[in-house]
Every structure is written in structure tokens, then in C-alpha cells.
């Protein structure tokens, strides 16, 4: 039983190749944040490792550890921000120092298992030297090893790596497969259908949100409303903010350009007619009465500052130069009351 929900032609592909035998020995999945790459990550280990009949049973002692990552043979590299950690400064990298250590494991026969599977999660953050490093070691296959990249770009990689995997795309899920899967966790219908217009099509951000997470999203997008009315000298502010935010967790910043990436999208919907496919389905009022003050133009414009910012702290730009200079490029609005003065 895999367990990721959705991706049926990935999962057929790497069930006919597990019926086989005839596995690569790296793979390189790529999709959005929360999509399941993970998920289906630890199900592929879980079936190489695991017990019963039909793999992945997700039963056995073997894929329940995996499940809880307890199992000795299954490891997972990944920006490693460990707060008790002497480092002073976060990590905006995968060291080589992890991979060297992966390199070492690797060399060694599984443990317990059948076979060792490595997983790095966020290769893209991958130093030059880790990705050489790495090269290397995709170059020489052993015997019973799999390397599983992850990765929400994989522009931002080094070609010679991606050449050496097997790459599998994991397209976001129809936000109708996103309900389903919500209502069969009795997610109650009404707040199913909402969480699943939200989620991109990205079903662990939804199961994420069940809880609190509307609540903490509203938050998040109140004061990015705010934002747009404010001055210079409170928008800065806002960008202090998330440049301390963005040194430690780089994850949660991204979210938020991702949130006001849907609000200008809906405005843009909003703009040219189109209202009934937007995300945000419960501020439809508040966006009729924004869209008055922008044309088409100042709109389309900013998505695509947001979209640039989002993609250079990806690549590790200045996080204080690409968020202050985000906040220059909201538009003014048109017949809105100026409370703005130059910088
Ligand atoms: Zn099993």
C-alpha cells in the first residue's frame, strides 16, 4: 500500500521497476513544497526494505520504522538548523561535511535492512563542493544503495547530477483529490473544500492547516494586506521582520511570498472576470473592492516581482536587498488615500 495519495503514474512507474528488479539506483523527485515527495520517498524505502508479501505493506517492523524514521539503513540529509547546535550562523547549505558522512555510510552494508536508502531533502541547497562530492559518488553505483534527491527546482542543480538520476515529476494534486483525501481523514466537508482550494494542490499543506493553520494563514495574510497600505517606513519594518523570520526558517518566508503570490493572482482573476476560479474563495469581497485601485499592468507587474524575490532567495541573494526592494514594488493604488512618502 503506498501511501502517498495521488501521483498514480510515478507510483505505477516505480512498482513496475520494484516487480522487476530493475531500480535505478538515484532518483531525483521534483515538485512543489508538500506535495508528497517525501511521502513517497519513505514509501519507496519501505517497499525495499520491507517484510511482507506486497511491498510496501506499511505493517511490518521494517516499514514502521521507516515510517517513524527509526530505521538504520534509511537516512535523510537535509539543512540541518540544529538549535543547539555551536554554529553560529543558520546553515543556507547542504554541507559536504554531510554528504562526505553519507559517502562513508554508504560504503558499509545495510544494517538491518535490505537496502540503504538515502534521501536528501532540498537537494537544490546543495554547496557546489557537496554536489561535486555527491557526483562522485553517483558515478560509482554500489550494490543495494539508492540516493533519493528531492527538490522544488531543479534548475538550481547541477546538470551532470540531474544526468546521473532518474527523474520523476510529482505534479500538484486536483484540489478534488485534495477534498477527498481530506474528507476520508473526517476533515468536516465544508472546511475540506476551503482547505483544498488553499493548498495548491499540495495535500501536506492542507493536512498541515486542518488544525490552526487557517487561523495562522489568516493571520499571515491580514498583515499582507496591511503591507500594501502602509508606508515605507512600516513596510521596512515588515521586511526586518522577515529577513529574522527567513535566518530561521527559510520555509515559513517562502509560504508567505506564496500567499501573496495567490492574493495578486486572485486579483488578477478578479480583474479580467474570471472570480470563480480563485483561491482565496472566503475574501472575494475584499479583493472586488482592491482590484478598483490597479489596472492590469501594476498587477501582472508585481506578480512577477514576487515571483523574482521568491527565486533569488532560493539562490541564496541577499535576503535583506530582495525583500526591501519587494517592498518598493508594491503598486500604489489608485485613488486611494496616499499615505506614502519617499524613502
Ligand atoms: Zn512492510
Not at 530493475?22 to 531525483?28: D, G, K
Not at 543556507?92 to 536528501?120: A, C, N, T
Not at 493572482?265 to 476560479?277: A, E, I, N, W
Amino acid at each position: 500500500m503506498w501511501q502517498v495519495v495521488g501521483q498514480t503514474k510515478v507510483v505505477s512507474l516505480l512498482q513496475r521497476s520494484l516487480e522487476r528488479g530493475a531500480l535505478a539506483h538515484a532518483y531525483l523527485f521534483i515538485g512543489p513544497r508538500h506535495v508528497g515527495k517525501m511521502t513517497l520517498a519513505l514509501n519507496l524505502a519501505q517497499a525495499l526494505n520491507c517484510e511482507a508479501a506486497e511491498p510496501p505493506c506499511g505493517e511490518c517492523a521494517s516499514c514502521q520504522k521507516i515510517a517513524l524514521a527509526k530505521h538504520a539503513d534509511v537516512q535523510i540529509i537535509g539543512l540541518v538548523n540544529d538549535a543547539n547546535s555551536a554554529e553560529a550562523k543558520p546553515r543556507v547549505e547542504i554541507g559536504i561535511d554531510q554528504i562526505r558522512q553519507m559517502q562513508h555510510s554508504s560504503s558499509l552494508p545495510p544494517f538491518e535492512g535490505k537496502y540503504k536508502v538515502f534521501i536528501i531533502d532540498g537537494a537544490e541547497l546543495l554547496s557546489i563542493e557537496a554536489a561535486n562530492c555527491l557526483l562522485k559518488t553517483l558515478e560509482e553505483p554500489v550494490g543495494r544503495v539508492i540516493f533519493i534527491l528531492l527538490t522544488t527546482n531543479d534548475r538550481l542543480l547541477p546538470a551532470t547530477v540531474i544526468s546521473r538520476c532518474q527523474r520523476l515529476e510529482l505534479p500538484p494534486l486536483a484540489a478534488t483529490e485534495v477534498e477527498a483525501a481530506l474528507n476520508k481523514r473526517g476533515v468536516e466537508p465544508q472546511k475540506a473544500k476551503l482547505l483544498a482550494r488553499l493548498s495548491r494542490g499540495c495535500l501536506g499543506w492542507a493536512l498541515s492547516a486542518v488544525d490552526d493553520g487557517l487561523q495562522q494563514r489568516a493571520e499571515m495574510m491580514d498583515r499582507l494586506l496591511d503591507i500594501i497600505n502602509a508606508d515605507y517606513e512600516e513596510r521596512f519594518a515588515y521586511a526586518a521582520q522577515l529577513v529574522a523570520q527567513f535566518n530561521k526558517s527559510r520555509g515559513l518566508v517562502q509560504e508567505i511570498l506564496d500567499l501573496w503570490l495567490d492574493w495578486w493572482r486572485d486579483l488578477l482573476l478578479v480583474k479580467v472576470g474570471g472570480s470563480d476560479t480563485i483561491t482565496n474563495i472566503d475574501r472575494l469581497p475584499t479583493q472586488v473592492e482592491m482590484v478598483r485601485g490597479y489596472n492590469l499592468a501594476q498587477i501582472r507587474a508585481f506578480i512577477n516581482s514576487i515571483q523574482a524575490a521568491g527565486e533569488q532567495l532560493r539562490q541564496n541573494a541577499n535576503p535583506r536587498l530582495v525583500l526591501e526592494v519587494l517592498m518598493l514594488e508594491i503598486p500604489r493604488r489608485e485613488g486611494a488615500v496616499s499615505r506614502m512618502s519617499p524613502p
